[in-house]
């Protein structure tokens, strides 16, 4: 039985890991490579969060587990307040697969996919109108995994994925507060892998994740002038955006192996917030976001020093899906460039230790004090 134990990685300078607010987080040696070659390496057991199919080149049991720590540094310029607008936070995953025959490999992902903290200070959220907004996801998925031949090799998933989010707004001039809305969701998908072994040391793979519709009830605090103020049930309608992943993995030497990958995400879905409570507020809590499309590429190698020491790196470039004119101060997103350094050190036959740290550039924005 093969172990994986990841405890610590981390990330700097962005609000989010993925452009959006999608999430990388699950993997620490993917991490560590920034991602590059993920759906065609296949080497723990977190291939299961980003091709199912790869599953066919584990040996028995192999179990994964870790957490990210998130500590960016996002500060807000405007309106005569200087601030941090993001809080540290902690991602964890774990993996559990199972290789049932030579034919089938089985197994059991819980990580991450999407994920939002902003909150601006009083000072800030007065002049701005925003304050606070949060989304926690967490996704479960059973895979499977089939091996056609020693070339081919399919798998799918099954995802159940559970959201809970808070919007804030505060309004403007007086500070008194707008409206709060909460609400928790299921929302079901899957995803679809094909792994192709042109030899023993050259792989491709490509991914395919469904879209995610979320239809929560919500609470809704309000405090409009005419409307009384009060809590009031209401909801929110959100589709999360498919993607579509290929990978390419080479040994050059038995010690260097290069990575790269394509991953493009099905954005343009994200078209407004539109919370549904009355009549009487509804256009004003609506907003419009109208993203595009975005692509991520990522080029990495892996060198293996020793028996018990490999090393790994990465860069990618993730574009942003908001075009100017509609980024607003909730998702204040822009492209951006990954530096990843990761390696892992065998601690025994059976266990194995990882550790990951990438520091992402990203670009200044500027913001409407409308958005």
């Given at each position: 039985m093969k172990y994986l134990w990841a405890p610590l990685f981390i990330i700097l300078g962005s609000p989010l890991h993925g452009a959006g607010f999608q999430l990388s987080e699950r993997s620490t040696k993917g991490l560590g490579r920034a991602f590059s070659g993920e759906s065609a390496i296949g080497d723990d057991a977190s291939i299961l969060g980003s091709n199912p199919a790869g599953?066919?080149?584990?040996?028995?049991?192999?179990?994964?587990?870790?957490?990210?720590?998130?500590s960016p540094e996002v500060n807000a310029r405007g309106m005569g307040v200087t601030g941090s607008i993001i809080a540290d936070a902690v991602v964890p995953?774990?993996?559990?697969?199972?290789?049932?025959n030579e034919q089938f490999t089985f197994g059991i992902g819980v990580y991450t996919l999407f994920g939002l903290n902003s909150d601006y200070s009083r000072e800030f959220a007065t002049g701005a109108i925003v304050d606070h907004s949060d989304l926690l996801t967490f996704n479960i998925t059973p895979s499977l995994s089939y091996r056609i031949n020693q070339q081919w090799s399919i798998g799918a998933g099954f995802d159940a994925l559970y959201a809970d989010g808070q919007i804030n707004s505060r309004q403007p001039g007086i500070g008194g507060n707008l409206f709060d809305l909460t609400g928790d969701d299921w929302g079901y998908g899957y995803n679809l892998g094909i792994l192709f072994e042109l030899n023993e040391g050259t792989r491709f793979g490509l991914h395919y994740r469904s879209g995610i519709d979320l239809q929560g009830q919500a609470k809704v605090g309000a405090g409009f002038g005419v409307f009384p103020a009060g809590t009031y049930d209401g909801s929110l309608d959100i589709e999360l955006p498919g993607s579509l992943e290929f990978s390419a993995y080479h040994e050059v030497t038995a010690k260097l192996a290069l990575h790269a990958d394509f991953l493009w995400t099905d954005w343009s879905v994200f078209e407004s917030l539109d919370p549904k409570v009355h009549p009487l507020i509804d256009s004003a809590l609506a907003k419009e976001e109208n993203w595009h499309d975005s692509i991520r590429i990522s080029i990495g190698a892996t060198y293996q020093y020793n028996n018990r020491l490999t090393f790994r790196g990465g860069l990618a470039y993730d574009e942003s899906p908001v075009d100017n004119s509609y980024r607003t101060?909730?998702?204040?997103?822009?492209?951006?460039?990954?530096?990843?350094?990761?390696?892992?050190?065998?601690?025994?036959?059976?266990f194995a230790l990882d550790l990951g740290y990438t520091h992402i550039f990203a670009e200044s924005v500027e913001i409407s004090p409308e958005a």
């Amino acid at each position: 039985m093969k172990y994986l134990w990841a405890p610590l990685f981390i990330i700097l300078g962005s609000p989010l890991h993925g452009a959006g607010f999608q999430l990388s987080e699950r993997s620490t040696k993917g991490l560590g490579r920034a991602f590059s070659g993920e759906s065609a390496i296949g080497d723990d057991a977190s291939i299961l969060g980003s091709n199912p199919a790869g599953m066919s080149l584990l040996d028995d049991w192999s179990f994964a587990t870790g957490a990210s720590f998130i500590s960016p540094e996002v500060n807000a310029r405007g309106m005569g307040v200087t601030g941090s607008i993001i809080a540290d936070a902690v991602v964890p995953y774990s993996y559990l697969t199972k290789k049932v025959n030579e034919q089938f490999t089985f197994g059991i992902g819980v990580y991450t996919l999407f994920g939002l903290n902003s909150d601006y200070s009083r000072e800030f959220a007065t002049g701005a109108i925003v304050d606070h907004s949060d989304l926690l996801t967490f996704n479960i998925t059973p895979s499977l995994s089939y091996r056609i031949n020693q070339q081919w090799s399919i798998g799918a998933g099954f995802d159940a994925l559970y959201a809970d989010g808070q919007i804030n707004s505060r309004q403007p001039g007086i500070g008194g507060n707008l409206f709060d809305l909460t609400g928790d969701d299921w929302g079901y998908g899957y995803n679809l892998g094909i792994l192709f072994e042109l030899n023993e040391g050259t792989r491709f793979g490509l991914h395919y994740r469904s879209g995610i519709d979320l239809q929560g009830q919500a609470k809704v605090g309000a405090g409009f002038g005419v409307f009384p103020a009060g809590t009031y049930d209401g909801s929110l309608d959100i589709e999360l955006p498919g993607s579509l992943e290929f990978s390419a993995y080479h040994e050059v030497t038995a010690k260097l192996a290069l990575h790269a990958d394509f991953l493009w995400t099905d954005w343009s879905v994200f078209e407004s917030l539109d919370p549904k409570v009355h009549p009487l507020i509804d256009s004003a809590l609506a907003k419009e976001e109208n993203w595009h499309d975005s692509i991520r590429i990522s080029i990495g190698a892996t060198y293996q020093y020793n028996n018990r020491l490999t090393f790994r790196g990465g860069l990618a470039y993730d574009e942003s899906p908001v075009d100017n004119s509609y980024r607003t101060l909730r998702i204040p997103d822009g492209d951006r460039i990954w530096a990843s350094l990761g390696l892992t050190y065998q601690l025994n036959d059976t266990f194995a230790l990882d550790l990951g740290y990438t520091h992402i550039f990203a670009e200044s924005v500027e913001i409407s004090p409308e958005a």
